[in-house]
């Protein structure tokens, strides 16, 4: 009957039936046909919405009113500083870098050939620390281009700076645990701590980098998230007294030390300074460097260099938080690494970025003058153009559109006393559009 | 006279000399040359290693005695969890599904040809949710597939089930606070549960899933985390007055439903029963699905569905958990879907699964006999062989190697009360292998 009412065939309509009974709506009974499931009752969920005029007889689990957002508190605290992370990503691009020499198609050619090569068996691998070829040319370059004293077991390839630092704060901080930070500092590590549950504390910085003399002598600090290289943001480098007294500290109160090493292959002055990991002997620090600033930040590769009494417990915890990174592009980067490609276009990208550089400090002094003072310049991808105190950085960086991206100084402040000025990211332009830009932006602003 | 005792050119010990003032180790004084920076006192980091019997002046960075290893209390129970699950990835390689038809040649195709169109552009991507193509499909196969009710921009593309179940529990819950979970449970869920801080408490699973009377009418619990489509590791489906019943409750308490959707696109018999989600009127269900599973898990592909009024505050999380995923897996795999190669794929993968669970159950019945009972095994890749209650079950799948992989029932058990049996994962093998290795496996075995 229905068939012929809805002019279906009989078996779509048997079809029907068999789906309506498997989804457990309707059974059939011998003797007496199909009929819906007693124990249903009124509860049928298909109502209609709240629009419908009808009679809502199958209203019991009808759209309700929205709920008011039930988080936690931690996820309160993350969906609140994850956003002001991205609201800056897309304001200033903060991490896109663009070295116009990446060798795309050499990049392709090898990514191809693996993708062939590998099939389902690399692909279905399980190497929470990371590929073995990788892991060996992470080892090989930051011992090489950092003083990285490791062996390649104690590299583990994570997704992002993020994701490293946010594995070493949920292992190694217990919540309201202290841990410290530089102040100003990395915003993104700040937040990956406070996630953590951490009394997140900040530490001052001059000019030799974080004031070690000001560190807690009874410490009861999880951990120590450091930039010696290239201090986030301010960009001076930590002095070597400062860090063998860190060393000493972090090795007299057992502390960890997070040293995020992000940009320190772009040393435009002299020669690369040593990682503060190169001078550790107590195994206190964890290093974290990354190629999705030397390289592209879509690669999302990054790593760990830990400890080897760490290693197990890096790896283990990568299980629970995502499981571990795609092989295709380890396989890649190993490739690309070991075939010295890596080496080459560095070297390449060095020139570019240093030209960068020069462009941002030449035009700022010819155009600018005395209105800025600028901060560090020698290492990395961005420069603090300093302002005077009464200046409304933030509403001057908002006035900044395009290339290179401008960040306010004061966004990275803890407490209430903020240093102003303007952060600027050259990685994001070639020394002509910087130029152009620069003098586009006249002081008094 | 440096230069001549080492036999170097003048030129290299004058960039040796360089590079110790660059690092601070050496300072130069007019009139007075060069000399070791004073403020280093005995403190010279590079100290000779401990076997050394000569004069230990630098000693004082000198490698001590191996620390105890200092993990917070969520790290400790992190580093174990993580440990447990990895040992039985390893013993068992659970996730590995191994579908012989998968167009690895199309999909490499693809992949070559999107890294050569994006380049750059697309590898710069900061898309914390995902790039809008794939969640359009997302969207559009959720809802045809799983009759899963949402716009694209509900799904958030992750990298795999682990973190989606990782940032909701991160998201959603407060430390201490209870959080439910079907008992037997996949364990790496109950981690991700406790990693978050979560007091995890098992709720009992019938013939029809998760025993909804059992659940607290007056519940503190963030969140329930249920796999309604098949049950992990039991096989059963929640029955459709279950369903009901625990959307009800959700709504009354205001618990969130954290629904694990991991393989029932391989419905074996009958038609695929539409998701918990499909059924939820009162924005109370979280939705997670996976590719890494449906296609191989290297991609590093999985989506949560959430309730609009949670997107934001996921994308937000994760920008602080490790940023994004990769773009350009996630291009290929929205063209590989928007061409109808994934529905194609899909349809050959289910032929091909449900003959390898054919032959699980027709080889355990000719083979075991009476020893032991079957559980349901309508969807998915794996079916449970239960065993008599004193059989020591992990002893037994020590015993087998290779595929099919093999874990005891036993481990999926919270609290004291465990039933045994095997749990074997047809996903790994083909049909003749399956026949084979289970004939080896005789009982008593």
Redesign the interface.
């Known amino acids: 009957m229905l068939a012929r009412d809805l002019a279906v065939s009989r078996n779509t309509v048997e079809?029907a039936f068999?789906?309506l009974v498997?989804?457990?709506?309707v059974e059939r009974r011998v003797g007496a046909g199909t009929v819906v499931?007693e124990?249903?009752g009124d509860?049928a969920?298909?109502?209609r919405p709240k629009s419908s005029q009808g009679p809502r007889a199958t209203a019991?689990?009808?759209?309700?009113a929205?709920?008011p957002?039930?988080?936690?508190?931690?996820?309160r605290a993350?969906?609140?500083?994850?956003?002001a992370?991205?609201d800056s990503?897309?304001g200033t691009?903060t991490?896109?870098?663009?070295a116009p020499e990446?060798p795309?198609?050499d990049?392709?050619r090898l990514?191809?050939r693996q993708?062939?090569r590998s099939?389902?068996e690399?692909?279905?691998?399980?190497p929470?620390a990371g590929l073995t070829e990788l892991r060996s040319q992470i080892a090989k370059y930051a011992s090489l281009a950092r003083g990285v004293r490791c062996e390649a077991g104690q590299v583990l390839v994570?997704?992002?700076t993020?994701?490293a630092i946010?594995l070493a704060a949920?292992?190694?901080?217990?919540?309201r645990?202290p841990a410290l930070i530089e102040n100003p500092c990395y915003p993104?590590a700040y937040?990956?701590l406070i996630?953590a549950?951490a009394d997140v504390r900040g530490i001052p910085v001059d000019d030799e980098g974080a004031v070690v003399e000001a560190l807690p002598e009874k410490s009861e600090a999880?951990l120590f998230y450091v930039t010696p290289s290239h201090q986030f943001p301010l960009g001076m480098t930590m002095?070597?007294?400062r860090?063998?007294a860190l060393?000493?500290w972090a090795?007299r109160t057992?502390t960890?030390i997070l040293e995020d090493d992000y940009d320190s292959e772009f040393r435009h002055d002299?020669?690369p300074?040593?990682a503060l990991q190169?001078?550790?002997?107590?195994?206190?620090v964890i290093y974290v460097g990354t190629f999705n600033k030397v390289l592209?930040?879509?690669?999302?590769l990054a790593y760990l260099i830990v400890p080897e009494?760490?290693v197990?417990?890096f790896?283990?915890?990568?299980?629970?938080?995502?499981?571990?990174?795609?092989?295709?592009?380890q396989v890649v980067l190993a490739e690309f690494m070991a075939s010295g490609q890596f080496a080459r276009y560095l070297r390449q990208a060095k020139r570019h970025f240093a030209d960068c550089r020069n462009a941002v400090v030449e035009s700022i002094a010819e155009t600018w003058g005395d209105a800025v003072r600028l901060g560090p310049s020698s290492t990395g991808l961005h420069i603090v153009a300093h302002l005077p105190g009464r200046t409304d950085d933030r509403a001057l960086a908002a006035k900044v559109h395009g290339t290179p991206s401008v960040a306010p100084l004061s966004r990275y402040y803890l407490g209430r006393e903020k240093k102003k000025g303007l952060m600027i990211h050259y990685g994001t332009a070639g020394p002509e559009e910087i130029r152009a830009a620069i003098r586009r932006l006249r002081p008094p602003f």
């Open positions: 079809a068999a789906q498997d989804e457990g709506f499931v124990s249903l509860a969920p298909f109502a019991a689990i009808a759209r309700t929205p709920q957002l039930r988080l936690g508190e931690r996820g993350m969906a609140e500083l994850g956003q992370e991205i990503d897309t691009g991490w896109a870098t663009n990446f795309w198609r990049w392709n990514q191809s993708a062939r099939g389902s690399l692909l279905a691998a399980f929470q994570v997704n992002s993020q994701q946010d949920r292992l190694l901080l217990d919540p645990q993104s937040a990956a996630a549950g999880g002095s070597l007294p860090r063998l060393l000493h090795e057992g960890w002299g020669r300074i040593a190169a001078l550790d002997r107590a195994d206190r592209f930040p879509g690669l999302r009494n760490l197990d417990a790896a283990a915890a990568r299980r629970i938080v995502d499981g571990y990174t795609a092989p295709l592009a």
